[in-house]
């Protein structure tokens, strides 16, 4: 490796410096907070829906290659074409060529992650390809030259006003209302849709018995993408394949009311091959690109390959109190949140921060909130050991040896009892050590004279105390 | 009956009357308590930081030490979620887990031991207060013990319960978190703080030590009169 890692630590510092960003933050997630609540809270059978859905997820992982031969034969009868990327850098070369193949200029992109993986659009730029994203977030987004900060909700991180004043420099036209500036976006976009050689998009999920591949929206951009241009490009990582129809309808269950606590999106489409014979409409080519990137190596990991089953819904973002305050930027990976600290530092490309599994408090939060029943802090754990293992702690192993000889583990307090005064002062005097890192904000709570040596009294007097009641 | 003692390293040495308080709740409800020497931490810090080989120790010591008691009780969710923990450590044909998994089956949360074990959830409290409870993440969904904590808190006598917006929020501290990322731990325990600030509470309770300790520490710095009591100290009520 010639960069060196992300260092999540400085880099969420400085976010939790920005007060503007942190204020959109709390507000937009507390928005999704309360939608989500309502819709599980009005759901009685969530956990059942639960159920089958990890139920599906489990069999994916369980058949992964033969659903993968099964998709790849029902795309190809359909008359599309299956490709396979190991990484992330070969799909969006993969997805170059298919482009520069057929001379396209113009690109419209619907809301795609596993673009983001690949770099897509800077590879596509670098080759001569102009790639819009069309969905309304993403756009806002590509126009301020930044990168998505949630899964679901790329903006998430950005207030109106700033859209209004990003509109104004860009197309010389805003407003604040925000039907208005929709329709400006969508005035510039609408061209790009009738203009573009070829359409890309994600896929929420795929059907392996049908070949199709299904996307979740709310604007209509991502069908537009699909349907409107000559080609079709859709991106999914291996793991996305269900095996029947019957499957993605579990899923669908569950996915929207998880995610932005709809019951069904407004736009759901189930894309299947191109164009046929006598048909009017639809593109005329579609290509499945089926990307690893080191995701075949976490399926034939048991302990962490449960990380798999995740349907992208963003619940466990939503509800990590660590993303919460320091938001998505910070992890310097294209998944943030639990399933990013979970899955981004097995990814062959960009993987973030090492230490990553570490910044967390362990609240359990993410577990509880996600559809597809991953177990977060386990996997964390397991990631935290890992990384362990090839390092010394020195700290914790004092620690622990102290505690393993109570004389020692007592002595050590004694002494410490004898500074406190003193430790007192390590916030000011030290602010980078550990304790004084604790008491930044926070007044040093002191040493006390152990329990243990007022136990015997206590307990006499209490028996007296009780002996008197009775 | 008799319970043996199970005191956090943190209640020990830091907050040693939530020892006090758990000992005169006991005592309350008609249990004798016992405290074993030799105690000193659960491996907690060291798990967390991916080391169960350096828990490894400390858990055959702890079960050394409790495996006699009657039943384990600890004011503290998270180190009871440890222990609850200590089978898995150890390898399916490693003889040690089953002992292991006797001593766990048998340590609880005093809130949990409390209701589940006794059955009891009016201890004849009283505690003048208007307090929000602040259910810590590792004693509800870890543990599972939450509702235990509600129950006996209904019933104290005397005490008014105000809902925080966000009750099931993390305070931040999560062990080593506070002090590798002491930036985003000092910006969720201010959220924490601001909700119990709104909610118009005059204490808040949690059944969790280094919760306690954590929001305590950061209201005091904050110049803030609202106290910070633990579960046993409500229930304990004038009883020390
Ligand atoms: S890990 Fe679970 S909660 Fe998080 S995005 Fe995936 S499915 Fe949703």
Do not use: W
């Not at chain 1, 959109?24 to 928005?31: E, N, R, V, Y």
């Not at chain 1, 805003?174 to 890309?200: H, N, V, Y």
């Not at chain 1, 002062?425 to 030290?430: G, I, N």
């Not at chain 2, 924490?192 to 005059?202: F, L, P, Q, R």
């Amino acid at each position: 490796m010639t960069k060196t890692a992300h260092d999540f630590a400085k880099a969420s510092a400085k976010a939790l410096g920005d007060r503007q960003s942190r204020a959109i933050l709390h507000k937009a997630i507390g928005h999704i907070r309360v939608l989500r609540q309502r819709s599980v809270n009005a759901m009685p059978d969530f956990a059942e829906r639960q159920a089958r859905a990890v139920a599906v997820r489990d069999n994916t992982l369980a058949k992964l290659p033969e659903l993968l031969e099964k998709l790849e034969a029902s795309v190809t009868a359909v008359g599309g074409r299956v490709h396979y990327a190991e990484t992330a850098a070969s799909a969006a070369s993969l997805v170059t060529a298919i482009l520069s193949e057929r001379g396209a200029k113009l690109v419209v992109k619907g809301k795609s992650m596993v673009s983001e993986e690949m770099g897509l659009n800077e590879v596509l730029e670098a080759a001569g390809i102009e790639a819009v994203e069309t969905d309304l977030g993403e756009y806002i987004i590509q126009l301020a030259g930044q990168r998505p900060s949630h899964i679901l909700a790329p903006a998430l991180h950005v207030s109106k006003e700033q859209v209004s004043d990003l509109f104004a420099r860009k197309f010389g036209r805003t407003s604040t209302d925000i039907p208005e500036m929709t329709r400006i976006a969508r005035d510039s976009l609408r061209q790009k849709f009738l203009a573009a050689d070829a359409g890309i998009t994600g896929c929420n999920i795929a059907i392996a018995e049908t070949g199709t591949v299904t996307v979740l929206e709310n604007e209509g951009n991502i069908r537009l993408s699909g349907s409107c241009p000559p080609i079709h490009i859709a991106l999914m990582t291996l793991e996305k394949v269900v095996e029947t129809l019957a499957d993605a309808a579990v899923v669908l269950d569950i996915l929207p009311p998880a995610a932005t606590g709809q019951t069904l999106p407004v736009h759901l489409s189930f894309f299947t091959g191109a164009r046929r014979e006598g048909e009017r409409d639809g593109p005329q080519e579609m290509h499945l690109v089926i990307l690893d990137n080191g995701r075949s190596d976490i399926l034939a990991d048991p302990k962490l390959r449960s990380i798999l089953r995740c349907i992208r819904c963003g619940a466990c973002l939503n509800v990590c109190p660590v993303y919460q305050s320091v938001g998505g930027h910070a992890y310097g990976t294209v998944y943030p949140g639990p399933m990013g600290s979970v899955i981004s530092p097995l990814l062959k490309d960009n993987p973030g921060d090492p230490r990553q599994p570490f910044a967390c408090t362990h609240c359990a939060a993410c577990s509880e909130a996600c559809p597809a029943g991953i177990d977060h802090p386990a996997l964390l754990q397991e990631l935290r050991r890992r990384v362990s293992e090839t390092e010394t702690d020195l700290p914790v192993a004092a620690f622990s040896l102290l505690a393993r000889h109570p004389l020692l583990f007592g002595g050590a307090a004694a002494v410490g009892r004898l500074f406190d005064p003193k430790l007192r002062e390590v916030a000011a005097v030290a602010p980078d050590a550990p304790v004084g890192r604790f008491l930044r904000c926070r007044e040093f709570p002191g040493l006390a004279r152990p329990f243990s040596r007022r136990f015997k009294a206590l307990a006499r007097r209490l028996k007296r105390l009780q002996g008197g009641r009775a | 009956m008799e319970a043996f003692l199970f005191i956090p390293c943190l209640v020990e040495h830091v907050l040693p009357h939530v020892g006090e308080a758990t000992t005169a709740v006991l005592v309350r409800a008609g249990v004798t308590p016992t405290l074993p020497k030799g105690q000193t931490c659960c491996g907690q810090f060291a798990y967390k930081r991916g080391r169960a080989d350096l828990v490894r120790p400390l858990a055959r010591r702890f079960v050394e030490i409790f495996q006699d008691a009657p039943a384990v009780v600890c004011p503290s969710g998270s180190c009871t979620a440890m222990v609850r923990r200590y089978p898995s450590l150890f390898a399916e044909d490693d003889p040690f887990r089953e002992q292991a998994a006797q001593v766990a089956a048998k340590t609880f949360e005093l809130g949990q031991f409390l209701v589940e074990r006794l059955g009891l959830t009016d201890l004849g409290a009283r505690c003048d207060l208007t307090a929000a409870l602040h259910g810590s993440c590792q004693t509800t969904r870890v543990l599972g013990a939450g509702s235990a904590t509600e129950a006996l808190l209904a019933k104290v006598a005397g005490l008014t319960l105000v809902p925080l917006a966000r009750p099931e929020r993390c305070c931040g501290f999560g062990g080593a978190f506070s002090i590798d990322y002491p930036e985003a731990s000092e910006a969720i325990v201010a959220e924490k703080i601001d909700d119990i600030v709104a909610s118009g509470a005059e204490a808040v309770i949690t059944a969790e030590p280094s919760c306690l300790l954590n929001i305590a520490s950061a209201m005091a710095k904050r110049d803030l009169p609202i106290r910070a009591l633990h579960l046993a100290e409500v229930l304990a009520g004038e009883g020390i």
